[in-house]
């Protein structure tokens, strides 16, 4: 009744059950998930995960001796603070972006530039090359009111869009330093960054590929249509969609809320990545470092994406407030979902699963790269984090990547981690809960559509590892 495997199993069977089969609604189910598996877990365990984690003793012992109500609260909380001003200031960005016309003379500059026929590799390549210093979730709140307007544009292909958003910010996230799971991996596995940083855009490059094959056939099998959305009403798109190119701002300055935060993000980020930084470089490196904090860069976008909004409407008599508030009554709602799902992942994680999978396959007699791939996966299915899974499977095969005399450089170990740690995306990820609401689509759609895409990813990315392994062994 304590072994995690069945535990996990029985959390499972409530959340999808009941999202699925009793219509209960995402957040409730969640937390009522969470509850359940907080409950059968024993407070030795928790002590043990928790002293796993780095935790002092004492620590520890004060966590396992929390009330179930008060450790998910935590985890909550914790995913709270990850994204919930990230999410409030992207619905306002997005919500501004789409009322200004900002997204809208996004998108009639980009079908000059490809044409409508290749707007989606646009979006792909667009929010791979994005995902690389960003968080995946930033790349998803900037780029899906594209996605919208675009959809009204050419009046069709919704989920293609979306897919290809979602194909390239993913495959960055986990294959591409200064990522942070791929960061942390390289340091535990002994990989230059720079290699890995080469590889991982090699690799994530055909596994986006096979991303827009898949897109493509789930766009034609499931068409899913736009839908309203309290911060984007199909009226509202459509009105701006018939404006004239001389009503719209200029292309400039409608990109200024999505090129501010990522400016600040990279420039921060490159900075970090040096080993040194000159006596005149620091006060620049010290402005970029407080402003490219992923929240505060988020928050410059969106007073960008305000200012906007109140050149495009002065005259107006209705003031930016109603803008904001539909904006937020959306995000709030995302932010709550998102939270509970944080916190059914995070007593899953103290249920000791991930220990309880190393030790499964520990002593698993198998090929090393597909051991790694597989070792990623069902950490990742099981608790429903790719940081987590590429954390979890670098520290149980660090030692065989540094000491074995292996026939292959080990940084197709830690792309093979990297692939593994798509599969399966489903209800126990924050990251799935935002793509889903953000973009409308139903949990059944978002199962059916979303989860097989990175399964799809990840499994050409092992295939290419495999062949890369054995024509280029880099040793």
């Not at 520890?60 to 909550?76: D, M, N, P």
């Not at 930084?277 to 994406?305: C, R, Y």
């Not at 539909?326 to 944080?342: E, K, V, Y």
Request: glycine share 10%.
């Amino acid at each position: 009744m304590t072994d995690p495997l069945f535990i996990l199993a029985v959390g499972v069977i409530i959340v999808v059950g009941g999202i699925i089969g009793l219509k209960l609604h995402p957040f409730l189910a969640l937390l009522l998930g969470a509850f359940v598996v907080a409950l059968m877990t024993p407070a030795s365990v928790i002590e043990a995960f928790a002293i796993s984690k780095g935790t002092a003793p004492a620590a520890a012992a004060a966590l396992a001796k929390k009330s179930v109500g008060e450790r998910i609260a935590t985890e909550f909380g914790n995913t709270c603070g990850k994204i919930g001003i990230l999410i409030a200031m992207a619905a306002i960005i997005g919500k501004c972006m789409l009322e200004s016309g900002a997204a809208e003379r996004i998108i009639r500059s980009m079908l000059r530039l490809t044409g409508i026929e290749k707007a989606p590799i646009a979006f792909l390549i667009s929010s791979f090359f994005i995902g690389i210093p960003v968080f995946f979730d930033t790349v998803i709140f900037l780029m899906m009111p594209l996605a919208k307007a675009m959809t009204l544009r050419i009046g069709k292909n919704y989920l293609l869009l979306v897919l290809c958003i979602m194909a390239g910010a993913a495959m960055a996230n986990s294959l591409v330093p200064p990522a942070p799971g791929p960061l942390f991996l390289i340091g535990e596995m002994k990989i230059p960054i720079g290699l890995m940083m080469i590889a991982g855009t090699i690799v994530g490059l055909f596994t986006i590929t096979s991303g827009y094959f898949f897109a493509l056939w789930a766009n034609k099998k499931w068409p899913i249509p736009l839908r309203d959305s309290l911060d984007a009403k199909l009226e509202d798109i459509k009105a701006i969609a018939a404006k004239e190119d001389a009503s719209l701002p200029p292309l400039g300055v409608s990109l200024l809320p999505i090129l501010i935060p990522l400016v600040f993000i990279c420039v921060d980020t490159a900075f970090s990545a040096m080993d040194s930084v000159s006596d005149s470089m620091k006060p620049i490196a010290s402005v970029f470092h407080f402003l490219g904090e992923k929240n505060l860069a988020v928050i410059t976008g969106g007073i960008a994406a305000l200012l906007i909004l109140v050149s495009q409407k002065k005259g107006g008599k209705e003031g930016l407030t109603p803008f904001v508030q539909a904006a937020l009554m959306s995000g709030g709602g995302i932010i709550l979902i998102t939270a509970a799902g944080g916190a059914f992942g995070g007593m899953l994680q103290q249920s000791g699963i991930s220990g309880r999978i190393a030790e499964l396959t520990k002593g698993y007699q198998m090929a090393l790269i597909p051991m790694a791939f597989f070792i990623a996966a069902v950490v990742r299915t099981a608790q429903g984090s790719a940081t987590v899974a590429l954390i979890t499977a670098s520290g149980i095969l660090s030692g065989m990547a540094t000491n074995a005399q292996l026939a292959f450089h080990p940084v197709y170990l830690g792309l093979a981690i990297g692939c593994g740690s798509k599969l399966i995306p489903w209800m126990n990820d924050a990251g799935f809960w935002i793509v889903c609401k953000l973009s409308n689509l139903t949990e059944k759609e978002a199962l059916k559509t979303i989860s097989p895409l990175l399964v799809v990813m990840g499994l050409t990315g092992l295939i290419v590892i495999m062949i890369a392994a054995q024509l280029f062994p880099l040793v």
